[in-house]
């Protein structure tokens, strides 16, 4: 299964290592503004088309090869390879993403976890397209939700293996049946789609322990916290800013103390979170799970609470905030949701102090299928 | 035989009876007639369901339009939108109407609607609301001249609605709270004229306001004193200098347009002010207190309707007898009984009381938002998908938390007469 793992010939090692220089300590700040840049020259190009159902296929070949062009193709490989600070390296990327648009960084979230398992497995891939590949899971062995889908991407899926492993199958695009790309509540930069796949003759196959799926399934529900967290700071800052211009009971909005609780109170939240999740990338497991829970439900409220201030005008689609509401809603969901985060926090506080809870073994499900 | 035999069978056999009546099953939420009633909304409310799906995110605002025409042209066809007015104006309700006995069957009817499509219950209840300052100014004259033609059309299949409109794009929050609403900007004005007044101004959000027939009109004799000389006007709106400016472009509840009037220098003779000059407020305070434990209603009716589909999808996962599973649902149903039930009590009370009809309807709403928000959780993202129903009523839902006045101004609501009134009495 040895295939190699191929880097675009225009990208040299130097390339690489100036976006990977900035690898060490959380949230690099370098990597999070090149993923800006490459969002906003997307957001630019595809203006009034990212927030669309069916999604924008043209958009995601345009990340694609803009991902490519940016040198951020290899940081798939090098964020997701464990090593040392490669964890909030992918972190300050998606953040970086996401804080121009939640459905771009969801693409780029979806081959993150598409390599995942294959550069941490040491299994060398082929890459097409000088990419690697689409990611999946699903409830289904046979039909699987396909994250970042566009055509001709192989695509990745967790199958039961032996005793109580997982066995990842990589699947040549030829090997995929019928596609129905889905129609979704929010995110909608990032298709997703149900693909009808025929296992057997894979491109690539590994074993993997169920404590290891359990680790990248945390981790991967990480990375959809902090796309639903930059979304719901973003809902929060247009939020301070019309409340800070409209006149409501004879005064500004922000000059009502029951407008500042609502606001404080959001913003407490999200603060907390990012700062569990930060230590949580740098490799604490229970607060990356903690800060994954608490960050799905502080972006929640924290958009929630924007449209609220909004009133009305936040309703409304020319206003930003009820989109941020789907966003944020749809990567809380995404990573699992309220109740299955806590248990995962249960779970890896427990391991913490000695007591390992058996895993239910959902295999790698990456955004919860159900 | 002995006394104490006899009492010990009599209390077996009760006993058993008791037993059996439990293992029956559920008691009967609503008496015959109601039930009658409900299956009736809910046979309308299944068949417009297509519609609504239509008229949601993909239609363009115009297809959005005709689909809402074409489903107040069913519900009048049916009778939906002349039921619940009173008999002396050409609808089929009695003097009760505005009763108990009349409040139970509209709130039964938004639920019913809710279940389907919350959007479906405010596109038909805001017909209602618009309607409601006109009955209640008790201006039985006013009510006839201006309801009987609305409701002979209506009989006759026209989407011959009301709507009611009292926000402005300066004042939301300021014409649902008298406090804040002191010092309201307000922008929309009514000058006394040979023979009644001239409006001038813009109202925004009105449920209905494109489609209506005519629309009650709250606007200002004197803008400095704001709210103290608000005035109710009912606006035939083919009068000329009204125009529907636009139509908002909203995150749910599609089938229900929301519009932008503009009134500029309409004349409405003295015969369609409603209610004396400056009671403009008093007969918006009792239309809010009457309608927002409907809103209420509606956001219940919305989340038994994803309570079914989380309990539906559980069954189909297998997760039905996982306890960790239950024990959540519990959590959510015991939520929404509660809610439910203060709902019916603010329906109940008569007249209706500000701080209970404001509570109802913000504890449901916000009762109804975390049930579907977490019924959302639970299934994953296959609840997500435009496909499923779960996701159409979370972006419905959300807006029973907005409109009606916000729940924040709701809560406010609760001190709006100073002490709220006989609490322990009442709740
Ligand atoms: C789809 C839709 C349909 C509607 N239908 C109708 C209709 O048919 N007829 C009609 O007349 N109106 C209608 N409305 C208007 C609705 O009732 C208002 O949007 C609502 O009352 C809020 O007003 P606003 O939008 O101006 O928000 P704002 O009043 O600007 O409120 C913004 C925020 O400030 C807070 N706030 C405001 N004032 C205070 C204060 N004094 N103290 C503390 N906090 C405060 C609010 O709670 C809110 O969080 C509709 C609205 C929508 C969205």
Redesign the pocket.
Known sequence: MAAIRQFPADISRAAQFSVLGTTKGPFGEEVRDLAGVVASRLLSRWNGTVDKNPPNLDLVRDFDEECTRAGLAQLFSEASDGGEGSESLAASAIRGFAEADGGIAAIFLARLAAVLPWVQGSVEVPVVDGWSTAWSGGSRPDVVWAWGWRDGLPITVCVPGEGSAWRLQLLPAQHLGSVEVHQRMGLRACPSAWVRVHLGEPMASIEVGRETIARWRSLVAGWWAVIALARGRAALSEAVRYASV?Y??GAL?IE?P??QEMLGRAFEAVVAAEALLTRGFSGDASSLAAGTSLATQASERAAHTAQ??????G?MRDYPVERCLRDVKMAAVAAGGSARLRVATAHAVCAAEGVHLPDKGEGVSLGSAG | MGAEGWSARLGERLFERFERAREGGRAPRYSAALQRLAEQVQGFAREAEPLVVAADEEASLAQGVEIARELLRRAARAGWLTRFLPGWVGGQAGVAALQQRGRLPMLIFVEELAAVSPGLATLLG?HY?GAMPILLSFDFAAQRRILRPLCAALQAGEPAIC?????EPEA???V??PV?GKRARLGTTARRVAGGYVLKGR?C???GGNLARVTTVFAALEPEKSLRSWTCFAVPMDTPGVEVVRV?D?MG?RVSP?AELYFDEVFVPESYRVGPEREGWRINRATLDLSRPFVGGMALGAARTVLHEGVAWAAKNGLMHDRFFQHEIARLLGSYAAARALVVRAVEVVPPMTELSAMAKFVATDTAMRIVSQIMDWMGVEATLRSSRVERLYRDIR?TQ?????N??NR?AVFEHGQPRSWADSF
């Open positions: 409209r409501q009971g909005l009502h029951l407008v609220q201030v909004f009133g009305g005008y309703y | 805001a609301l709507a009611f409109a009292i926000t939301g929050s300021d649902e709270d804040g109202k959000f009105i449920s908002e909203k509840q929301a807006l907005i409109y009606e006045g916000t924040e101004i406010l």
